[in-house]
């Protein structure tokens, strides 16, 4: 139903459910999200690569096992927290990467929007059909797909239920770039490994102030990086950032 696989620092969480597509039943979500936490609290683990087995990355929610119980949709979309993945995802401070192997569809749109960056196959393909099936998101999809592309793209997506093709996510800024299936673990794990090799606690640190800010207004955004410089800085040593700054430039020099 779910595989974890660590190599060094990093996590793959592979998604495996193909026959159904992924599509998160309650025992997926539950241990998604517990995952997700015991890799949060890994201090083995630097970065964690999220992606599904077969030819989606995820259908969404598993419909014809909510069918079965009365009042079963109201717990998957957040009531119950036990069995929200999503919430597991926003509130981990390690970065998660989205290998988006195929189609990310409603809920699994959301677990995509989840990820602090994504990389997507060619066969990838993204639709919000909330709206058609006749429910409300409730994993953030209605407030984090209009801040990434704009409002108008993503009513257009949300009030028609259309499919985005990979390519035009990558031309809206939906994704960060689109690579040929073989080459999508690869481009992954490649960039895993370079945000691995970053140190740990500045790197969660930053992580936690970009998205600290963008959930405020311009102007405070302004001032909380301002107030976290102020607090964080004075304890870093000349030194160490010496130190530091001439691995860096080694390291552009290897990439030249």
């Known amino acids: ?32 999200r517990q995952s997700l936490l015991d890799l949060a609290a890994d201090d083995g683990v630097r970065v964690i690569v999220l992606t599904g087995a077969g030819r989606a990355f995820c259908a969404g929610l598993d ?10 949709l109201g717990s998957a979309v957040g009531a119950d927290p036990s069995a929200n993945p999503v919430a597991a995802m926003d509130a981990c401070p390690k970065p998660i990467i989205g290998a988006i192997n195929g189609a990310a569809i409603t809920g699994g749109f959301e677990l995509a929007l989840a990820c602090d960056v994504l990389i997507a196959s060619t066969a990838a393909r993204f639709a919000d059909t909330h709206a058609r099936v006749g429910i ?3 994993w953030g999809l209605s407030q984090k ?11 257009e997506l949300s009030l028609t239920g259309n499919f985005l093709d990979a390519a035009t996510a990558e031309c809206w800024g939906l994704v960060n770039r689109v690579v040929e299936p073989d080459a999508l673990m690869p481009a992954c794990l490649g960039l895993a490994r370079d945000m691995a090799s ?5 790197q969660r640190d930053y992580k936690a102030l970009i998205e600290a800010g ?24 000349a030194q160490s950032v010496a130190a530091r700054r001439a691995a860096v430039m080694e390291r552009g020099r290897g990439q030249t």
Do not use: H, W
Not at 9 to 32: H, K, Y
Not at 145 to 155: D, F, H, T, V
Not at 198 to 202: H, R, Y
């Open 214 to 237: 963008y959930a405020l207004p311009f102007g405070e955004a302004m001032a909380c990086e301002a107030e976290v410089s102020a607090r964080l800085n004075p304890g870093v040593s």
């Open 136 to 138: 409300m998101p409730g």
């Open 198 to 202: 970053v140190p740990a606690e500045p």
């Open 1 to 32: 139903m779910l595989n974890v696989e660590k190599t060094d620092t990093v996590a793959v969480v592979t998604l495996n459910r193909p026959e159904a597509m992924n599509a998160l039943s309650r025992g997926l979500r539950t241990a998604l």
């Open 63 to 72: 419909l014809k096992e909510l069918g079965q119980a009365e009042g079963e």
């Open 145 to 155: 797909l209009s801040r990434l592309i704009g409002p108008y793209r993503a009513k």
